[in-house]
């Protein structure tokens, strides 16, 4: 058996030679066909085959053409999820549990990050779908008509998460962001609130939330003349400096205001942090409910009341529905509403 690596190919100027099984297979003193078989269905070869294919991996640093192979096979073992943010951690939950029951069935997950603006959605979908992943993960149901026209054409099995609407693309695992608006309204209403106040992010699904929220107000008769309720919007992702700015721009110009609904929990972080920078007490002044149930609101001071999240029953359940789809099973039930829960803590 050769006891060096092959040489380095003749390769056009500025471009890396890569490795190829071929290559592998001189290493090893087998046949290409060998190779395969040892690394896709090891018990097909002998043990001293097997060892002597995995040196030579090893020594190479050759990595599978996985896209050759589901060209044959149709099928990757790759699913694309897709979401607005890295940059907080709501979620990451999501992300952490997919991942994990994608691999304990045998699949790898690629994440996106496509931003708040409908464009970097279309492009990142446009290059996923070229790729031709056995499913994908989208957050959110807010899509451009080219995107979903791709969507429902690429035959690729689709979840969207985190929303719920009567049209999905294809299958769905959300909540409804205007029955939370709703609720955290009647809430606060039944604390006590008359005047309460928004601070929210500006994208779809906080809108969603908003609205929810100013038609509880109205019906419940805490709009005022106004016939709404006075927001403070903050570009999304929000992050913590938009909840104080919010907070002081609403005080200066809602002084009487007993009641704060931020729409995450960063926000709401931002709304005590500037509260106690003014010696302000909560909830004896004013109320504060968050979004998110993130790890630190129940540690906070006062402990935050806010809105809890099933991320992992939604990852989870993402999964078996793209595995499911991508081995031909039936989904019986495509769409799951999983609600969600009104944490009480100090803060409401």
Same mark, same amino acid.
């Given at each position: ?27 090893a ?19 001293e ?14 990595? !599978?053409?996985?896209?050759? @192979? ?6 990757? =073992? ?12 709501v ?13 304990? =069935? ?20 446009d ?26 054409? $690429? ?8 929303? #719920?609407? !009567? ?7 959300? /909540? ?7 609720? %955290?309204?009647?809430?606060?209403h039944?604390?006590? $609130? ?26 419940? @008769? ?16 929000a992050?913590?400096? @938009?909840? =104080?700015?919010?907070?002081?721009? #609403? ?10 609904? $931020?729409?995450?929990? #960063? ?11 003014r010696?302000?007490? %909560?909830p004896?002044? /004013? ?20 809105? =809890?999240?099933?991320?992992t ?5 993402s999964?078996? /529905? ?7 099973? &039936? ?9 969600f829960?009104l944490?009480?803590?100090?803060? &409401?």
């Amino acid at each position: 058996m050769p006891d060096t690596p092959p040489p380095a190919k003749t390769r056009a100027p500025g471009r890396r030679a890569s490795i190829t099984v071929h290559d592998v297979a001189r290493l090893a003193g087998v046949s290409a066909i060998t190779v395969s078989r040892a690394l896709n269905t090891p018990a097909q070869v002998s043990a001293e085959t097997l060892q002597r294919v995995r040196d030579a991996v090893q020594r190479t640093g050759y990595v !599978p053409n996985l896209l050759a @192979g589901g060209l044959r096979s149709s099928k990757s =073992r790759l699913v694309a999820a897709v979401v607005p943010t890295l940059a907080g951690p709501v979620f990451l939950e999501t992300i952490e549990a997919l991942t994990a029951a994608l691999a304990e =069935r045998g699949y790898q997950l690629m994440l996106g990050q496509s931003g708040y603006a409908d464009s970097r959605e279309d492009a990142l979908l446009d290059a996923i779908i070229g790729r031709r992943p056995d499913g994908i993960v989208l957050t959110g149901v807010m899509h451009t008509p080219d995107a979903r026209q791709r969507l429902l054409a $690429c035959g690729i099995p689709v979840v969207e998460t985190w929303d #719920l609407t !009567p049209t999905p693309i294809d299958m769905l695992v959300g /909540f409804s962001h205007k029955r939370i608006g709703e609720e %955290v309204c009647e809430y606060l209403h039944r604390k006590g $609130c008359r005047r309460p106040v928004l601070i929210s992010g500006d994208d779809a699904r906080a809108r969603r939330r908003h609205e929810g929220f100013v038609r509880a107000a109205a019906r419940l @008769g805490m709009t005022g003349a106004t016939a709404t309720v006075p927001t403070w919007w903050v570009p999304a992702p929000a992050k913590l400096p @938009g909840g =104080r700015e919010g907070l002081t721009r #609403l005080l200066a110009e809602h002084p009487g205001l007993d009641g704060v609904f $931020c729409s995450s929990d #960063l926000l709401a972080l931002g709304v005590l942090t500037e509260a106690q920078a003014r010696g302000l007490s %909560v909830p004896r002044d /004013f109320a504060v409910v968050g979004m998110g149930d993130l790890d630190f609101a129940a540690s906070l001071h006062p402990a935050l009341t806010t809105v =809890r999240i099933d991320g992992t029953r939604i990852g989870r359940t993402s999964a078996a /529905f793209i595995v499911d789809r991508a081995e031909g099973r &039936a989904v019986a039930e495509p769409v799951v509403d999983i609600g969600f829960a009104l944490v009480e803590r100090h803060s &409401a």
